[in-house]
Every structure is written in C-alpha cells, then in structure tokens.
C-alpha cells in the first residue's frame, strides 16, 4: 500500500471512537485498533469501514453516477462552491480571531468576505498555527459522497479533514482518486458518527442529508456546522429541458433553512454560484449525476439543447449552541 495512504490516519487516536466500544482508535500497522482489541483494516485505497454489520448502501447514487460526478467537478462546475466552502472553513475555523473582526454585534445574518486570499497568505496563517504548536483543528465531512469538497477545504485551509460516507463505492473512488491528499476516509453510520464527543471545530454537509443531532455531539461548544444546499436556479436548464418529466417544476429549499435555524445559531447565508457553458459530455455526465434526474427517462430529454447550466447553492453557517 502507498505510505502515503497510511499515514492519513495518523494521530487519528485524538479524534476516532471505535464504533463497537467507543474507545479511542489508532493506527497499528496497517490497521485502526482500540484499546479492547477491535480492529479495522486500511483498505487498499486507503480508507477504513467502520459500519457495524458492514450493511454498506450506496442507494440511486450507484457507481456509475459516482463516475459521472468525478467529470462534472473536473469541469469546474462546483470550483466556486469549494472555493467558498474552504474560504468558510479557513475565516471561522482555521483563523478565528480575523473572522471575529468587522462581524460585529450583529447577530443577524452576515454575509462575510469568506474571500479566501492568496495561497501564500493562507499557507503563512496555517504556518504561524505550527509554530504555536496548535494542532490543526478538526474538520468533519458527514456524507462526503466521491470526495471532492473534502479534498478541497483540506488543499486549501490546511484543517485536519476526516470525511465520511455510508456509501462505500463513492469511498472508495473519494480514497484512490490522489494518495497525497491528507484526508482521512471512512465508511461509516453518518447517525452514529465514529468520532469523539466534542472533537470537531466544524461539520461541513454538502449536498446531502443533516442529522444536526450528531452533528451537535461531535462538535465541541461554538464549533460551526457547514451546510450547502441547492438554490432555487440550481440546475435550472436541466430542469427546463426535462420539462413535463419532473414532478415539481420549481424547488425551494427554505424548508431546510427553517430546520436549520431551528438546529443552529445560523450566522451566515451566503449564495455562490456561476453560469457555465457546457461540453456535450459535461451536459450527459451532469444529467447522470443529478438526484433531479433519478426518475427521469433521460433518453427522453433533448440534452443537445442544454448549452449551459447554472451552478447555485446557499452556504449556511450555524454555530453549536
Ligand atoms: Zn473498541
């Protein structure tokens, strides 16, 4: 196995609950053993199951979508999404005490700068945290799906980044897509969350269901839930061109904003977003990935006339109560 894989679980006895007795998890050799002799092995791609059972489901997203996914992000399509997500992740979790600055008293929603500066800058904010012997703080994926935002909020803050998913194929491509990425991956219950109560100063949940619960449990006090969402646009053309097919013609998600304001403080709502022209295969992978097409014959939706898409999602960010 590439040592590279390996050592993405490191030092992760400071964070990982054995999802048998709960007890702290470390890596011995090529495996995560606790201290009551439960072991998990590194798999090849350099991931660890830990659902109990084994019962791993990777529902309608089957590999095949998982696949068309990986050339949508390729594209570019969710690049501004990432960007503010890791800009998110950097502000609040990452540098706290410039992220405090200019917020004010006002507990309304803000809509920060979350403008994530040169490479440089960052690099130099996560270096001064080393100096002071600061480990880097915890950042959880919950639903990490093929791995995509993780590996981008870790390239870009820094953050220690462990992602999760019940669905062990999208596992698996997240885990052997690039050996250098420093995040750690599992397979795991996103309801009973393998990590240490209080361990995490973040939760991101991107594109997939909340348990704000858990989320809360593994959070320590004042930690910060991350939550993307689709807009109202999001994938408008998509939508437009598989017309009649659709059951809703529109979708608004303040249904999940109201759920979340009542889970969380929320501190920021910030849309992010862009119009993007389409290659052909971009347009056919996009229509295979989307939940919006699951029940969509797609040979009866004309996708030549589909030339561009709009990429839109709102950011929430909801601090632990
Ligand atoms: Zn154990």
Redesign the pocket.
């Known amino acids: 196995m590439d040592a590279r894989k390996l050592e993405r679980f490191r030092g992760c006895e400071a964070f990982l609950a054995?999802?048998?007795?709960?007890?702290p998890?470390a890596l011995e050799g090529r495996a995560l053993?606790?201290?009551?002799?439960?072991s998990f092995d590194v798999a090849r791609q350099g991931y660890v199951n830990l659902l109990r059972g084994g019962h791993t489901g990777a529902g309608e997203y089957d590999r095949a979508s998982f696949a068309a996914r990986r050339r949508v992000f390729e594209a570019g399509l969710y690049a501004p999404i990432a960007e503010a997500l890791a800009g998110a992740v950097a502000e609040l979790v990452c540098a706290p005490a410039s992220a405090g600055q200019g917020r004010g008293a006002d507990a309304g929603v803000i809509a920060p700068a979350f403008a994530l500066g040169e490479k440089g800058t960052l690099g130099e904010t996560v270096a001064a945290g080393e100096k002071n012997a600061q480990p880097a703080p915890l950042v959880l994926d919950a639903g990490c799906g093929e791995g995509y935002f993780a590996r981008a909020v870790r390239e870009r803050t820094g953050a220690a980044v462990a992602a999760f998913d019940i669905a062990k194929d999208s596992v698996q491509l997240a885990a052997g897509a690039a050996a250098e990425d420093g995040v750690a991956w599992f397979v795991a219950d996103l309801a009973a969350i393998p990590v240490q109560t209080g361990a995490a100063a973040c939760v991101l949940n991107v594109f997939s269901p909340a348990n704000y619960a858990e989320f809360a449990r593994v959070l320590r006090p004042g930690g910060y839930v991350v939550k993307v969402v689709p807009t109202e646009r999001h994938l408008q053309e998509l939508r437009a061109a598989a017309g009649a097919q659709l059951a809703h013609d529109s979708y608004s998600n303040e249904r999940v904003l109201r759920h979340f304001e009542e889970r969380c403080e929320l501190v920021v709502r910030r849309r992010v977003g862009a119009t993007f022209e389409l290659e052909s295969d971009v347009a056919e992978a996009l229509a295979a990935m989307t939940p919006l097409f699951f029940h969509v014959d797609a040979a009866l939706v004309n996708m030549a006339v589909v030339s561009e898409v709009t990429v839109e999602a709102d950011i929430l960010v909801g601090r632990r109560a």
């Open positions: 054995c999802p048998v007795c709960g007890a998890l053993r606790c201290g009551a002799g439960h």
